[in-house]
């Protein structure tokens, strides 16, 4: 039997998803926080929450601040260093406030 370079490839493509599909995962969806500096001590739990829990990553799906918070240095700095206390990935979809 001859092999197909392309039937191998399409069969190669298949596998890791073939795979992924028998083996669940959790992932942990957020967005739209933290609003104010009110809502900061609150975000910071949910943080501590998630790295918690057995997510393989977070995603977070934009608007870390509200459409009057200022957009300056100061305020992404913050959100940096609070996407990097996850343990586990985080993707980052920028919302429109940002």
């Not at 601040?65 to 206390?85: I, M, Q």
Request: glycine share 6%.
């Amino acid at each position: 039997m001859k092999l197909n370079p392309r039937s191998l490839s399409l069969a190669a493509l298949r596998l890791p998803f073939g795979l992924l599909a028998q083996a669940p995962f959790d992932i942990a969806l957020i967005g739209d926080t933290p609003y104010g500096v009110a809502a900061e001590p609150r975000f910071e739990r949910v943080i501590a929450d998630i790295n918690r829990q057995n997510v393989e990553f977070t995603v977070h799906i934009g608007d870390t601040k509200s459409g009057s918070t200022r957009c300056d240095d100061t305020h992404y700095t913050r959100v940096l260093n609070w996407f990097n206390s996850f343990q586990k990935p985080l993707l980052y979809s920028i919302g429109d406030n940002e």
